[in-house]
């Protein structure tokens, strides 16, 4: 099975370049995974998308951890442990790097023994954010890196995904596509199939049980280090929740818990006290109160009896 991961940024083209490739080995004759991963979704956060090609049905399921090639289109991307670029690499992964540097630096800097090509291309273009969208040219190098995609499959599978742009994006788009892949025809064939992942012998990880901390201590509270004390939420409120407590059974947790903004603080006697100026009125609490003691009161008649006229 071919498992190759893509790493980008938001607005590169990196969920584009996933979909031409699986869509190439797909014409190819290939079953065929592909799914793209956001974190923050935002132009310029870092994304990765993955595509599993196999002659026969696939049953792996979720993101690789052991790609066989790994396409970076931002050479920035690298070196930040959160964005998992390297995750799962072995001297066995080929990595294609979107750089200006040399392959030979990269190896020395990396030190992972793993074998590097660089994307020596032109950007296709720069979005709004200013990065270089470079999903179809990616995706062409790696069809022609894995050695089994056929140029003619890799035309169709552009126009497959990009048709709906226009005949001018598309034509842009294939121009960039082809020439990548015809850039790297030497290296065809250079991504190593990776080997079957056996369930057999799984052992489940050890069960751990964690003592919950008590909710006087543990609940959300706006009042609290580092939270956003300061936006008076309150005002946005329509409706109010007046707590009534003849009714409460001070089960201490629930309201305090569940209430999205941290607006309900427990005090030492387990008697929850509504923060109304940083309770937005979501009403969350109100529905959420077994004994119903929490009701939904109008904000304009609430503050009318607060100052009658
Ligand atoms: S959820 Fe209801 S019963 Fe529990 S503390 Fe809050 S108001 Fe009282
Ligand atoms: S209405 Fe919403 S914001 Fe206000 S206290 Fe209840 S859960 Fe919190």
Known sequence: MFRIRFHGRGGQGIKTASQILGSAFFRSGFEVQDAPRYGAERRGAPIFAYVRADRSPIHERGVILRPDLVVVADESLVPIPAAGVLQGVTSNTLLLVNSPQTPELWQQRLKLGAPVLCLPVESEGEDRAGLPHIGATCAGAAARL???????????????????????????????????????????GRVQEGAAIEAGGYARPEWIDLEPDAALFAAPDVEGAATSEG???????????????????????????????????????????????????????????????????????????ESPA
């Open 146 to 188: 894995v050695g089994v995609v056929a140029r003619e499959s890799l035309v169709q599978a552009v126009e497959d995904e990009l048709a709906k742009l226009g005949a001018d994006e598309l034509e842009f788009n294939l121009d960039h596509a082809l020439a990548a892949f015809d850039a790297f025809s030497r290296h065809a």
């Open 231 to 305: 936006a008076k939420t309150g005002l946005w409120r329509t409706l109010r929740p007046v707590i009534d407590y003849e009714r409460c059974n001070r089960c201490s947790w629930i309201c305090s818990t569940l209430c999205p903004d941290g607006a309900i603080r427990v005090e030492a006697d387990h008697t929850p006290r509504v923060d109304y100026d940083h309770c937005k009125g979501c009403m969350v609490c109100v529905a959420v109160c077994p004994p119903h003691a929490i009701a939904a009161v109008s904000e304009a008649g609430a503050r009318a009896e």
